[in-house]
């Protein structure tokens, strides 16, 4: 529920992601697991960062992808123009700046209470909905992929909400990550119960370096934190940390697909470029929504496949949809 935070209407969706076998000598930006060239990937991701078009939390334009957050972006293998457009708003200095976008982030989170209230950004009301949700999604792979007795790790845990009502009914064992250490400290008094609850490791998740193998990677409402070069290395660690059939499941939010001349669900028009392929940012918290089609190049680019899909039933209206991969 991080998401919910930013004072702009978010969506969220829950997405697994299905570990392949890795080819011995793979390499990253060409070679995916088994042997699978994500070379497509990465090409379709270059169009894409020259082609959406982005709003900042007022609604304001901020131009393309690409020179959004040019001084972020892999571009060693691909041409990313700098294509600037003069006529829109300039761009703050944390989005130039992979040091300073990271410590926004942290910053913001050290003033956000350590209760189920913070972590959902003062939507405490649709706790019990999502865990829900996401119990019924995680159950539906419980026979066929995780073991009961298998192992899980909680991606961006805070205190440990889904560790609390959903992972911990499912697997014998949840360790924790968190980049805020007293999020993590008010964990072991919330999660004093819950003994399933055993590893909890403090850092942020461009650094974190995974120490075991995983049946289960739940990941919720935090990639908006990881700029895309980021994000593509950490899905990766991730997808080499499963094991045979581990999963690993997203649940995230995406912006809206608009057509230039539509409304965006919260009133603001157009802006966002073509169908699917749009961007909301937020400098309060440096964070970035990406679109449904834009999340799924990143995960196909870190060498990973999705296999199931299902939308979030009866979410607000009045916030972003919530959609689960």
């Not at 070679?31 to 304001?60: F, R, V």
């Not at 992979?98 to 189920?116: F, G, L, P, Q, T």
Request: with cysteine; aromatic share 10%; glycine share 8%.
């Amino acid at each position: 529920a991080r998401q919910l935070t930013m004072g702009k209407q978010k969506r969220a969706k829950a997405s697994a992601v299905k570990k392949k076998r890795k080819k011995k000598g793979s390499q990253r930006r060409g070679i995916g697991e088994g042997g699978q060239d994500t070379s497509a990937a990465w090409e379709a991701l270059a169009l894409l960062w020259q082609e959406a078009q982005g709003l900042d939390k007022d609604g304001t334009p901020i131009g393309n992808y690409a020179s959004t957050f040019r001084a972020l972006l892999p571009s060693a293998n691909f041409d990313v123009t700098e294509d600037v457009d003069e006529s829109v708003a300039p761009l703050p200095p944390l989005y130039n700046s992979e040091a300073s976008w990271y410590k926004e982030a942290r910053d913001y989170w050290s003033n956000i209470s350590a209760d189920v209230s913070g972590m959902l950004g003062g939507f405490e009301e649709l706790s019990d909905p999502d865990v829900g949700h996401s119990f019924d999604f995680v159950k539906s792979f419980m026979d066929s992929r995780i073991p009961r007795s298998g192992r899980a790790l909680d991606v961006g845990a805070g205190i440990g909400r889904v560790t609390k009502f959903v992972l911990s009914r499912v697997l014998d064992h949840v360790d924790l990550v968190e980049q805020n250490q007293d999020f993590l400290d008010k964990s072991r008094n919330y999660l004093s119960l819950t003994p399933q609850a055993e590893e909890r490791y403090c850092s942020p998740l461009q650094a974190f370096e995974f120490q075991r193998m995983y049946d289960l990677i739940w990941i919720q409402w935090v990639i908006i934190y990881l700029h895309d070069a980021d994000f593509i290395a950490f899905f990766s660690r991730c997808r080499e940390s499963l094991t045979p059939k581990g999963l690993i499941i997203v649940k995230d939010n995406h912006s809206p697909p608009q057509s230039d001349t539509d409304s965006n669900t919260d009133g603001r028009k157009g802006g966002l470029g073509r169908k699917d392929d749009g961007f909301l940012t937020d400098e309060t918290d440096a964070s970035v929504t990406r679109s449904r089609a834009h999340l799924e190049l990143l995960f196909a680019a870190a060498g990973l496949r999705i296999v199931k899909v299902k939308p979030e039933p009866n979410y607000p209206t009045d916030l972003l949809p919530v959609t689960s991969w």
